[in-house]
């Protein structure tokens, strides 16, 4: 399976955007990039997916660089809600069962 | 909406004893998945399911047992329990596989003496 790289941590104020960078420089053509956020004591909660446009849902923006070797998890307003540890995940879009493979993921904390 | 319920949610064993940890889902999901998450490390594949009367073996299955006899109900058995089986164990379903959104539950926390 391709893999991610995170920041182990990052840090926002309550209010502002946060921008959670993700490189993935060995991604097949069919991998898509998803995102999942762990709050504290919870389950993994799915978050948004792309192949290569831009996407937007309630929850956040994802956008994927033109070569597909980074994405960038964008929350355009953080909440201390927020706080979760959020994960970068390679999916084969081929694939039948598709396990998601999880790294440590970002620590994204947000303070007031 | 219950989604993704896991019975029970803390559990005590002695080394050697046996359990059963129980996933249901209503969401009518023909895919359901076992992870296991240790101490600041990303969640591991145990087993999984993509319908009613199959399993298959995933990234960690040693140890560990599974059933899928209900469409609804997903269990994980564990037939002599190690320390080392010391985790939070998770359940998900997915509609089907491919890219479909995992839905999780909330854990079982497990500890092992």
């Known amino acids: 399976d391709a893999k991610t790289t995170q920041p182990n941590s990052m840090e926002s104020n309550e209010e502002e955007p946060v921008h959670l960078p993700c490189n993935h420089s060995?991604?097949?053509?069919?991998?898509?990039i998803h995102w999942y956020r762990q709050l504290p004591s919870q389950g993994p909660e799915y978050v948004i997916h792309?192949?290569?446009s831009n996407v937007n849902n309630r929850m956040a923006s994802l956008a994927i660089a033109e070569d597909r070797k980074s994405s960038t998890l964008i929350l355009h307003r953080a909440t201390l809600r927020d706080a979760a540890v959020y994960y970068c995940?390679?999916?084969?879009?081929?694939?039948?069962?598709?396990?998601?493979?999880f790294g440590t993921g970002t620590r994204l904390q947000v303070t007031l | 909406n219950a989604g993704v319920t896991q019975t029970p949610k803390f559990r005590v064993l002695k080394t050697g004893q046996s359990m059963t940890l129980l996933c249901a889902q209503d969401?009518?999901?023909?895919?359901m998945y076992w992870y296991r998450q240790d101490p600041g490390m990303g969640l591991r594949l145990i087993h999984y399911?993509?319908?009613?009367?199959?399993?298959a073996k995933g990234e960690v299955p040693d140890g560990y047992n599974v059933s899928r006899l209900k469409k609804q109900n997903f269990l994980l058995g564990l037939e002599s329990a190690a320390p080392s089986q010391t985790s939070v164990y998770f359940c998900?379903?997915?509609?089907?596989?491919?890219?479909?959104?995992?839905?999780f539950g909330d854990g079982t926390r497990l500890s092992i003496l």
């Open positions: 060995t991604i097949s053509g069919t991998d898509y």
């Open positions: 399911s993509v319908g009613e009367g199959t399993t």
């Open positions: 998900a379903s997915s509609f089907t596989g491919g890219n479909q959104p995992q839905h």
């Open positions: 995940i390679l999916r084969d879009g081929t694939g039948t069962a598709s396990k998601l493979t």
């Open positions: 969401m009518n999901h023909e895919y």
């Open positions: 792309g192949l290569t």
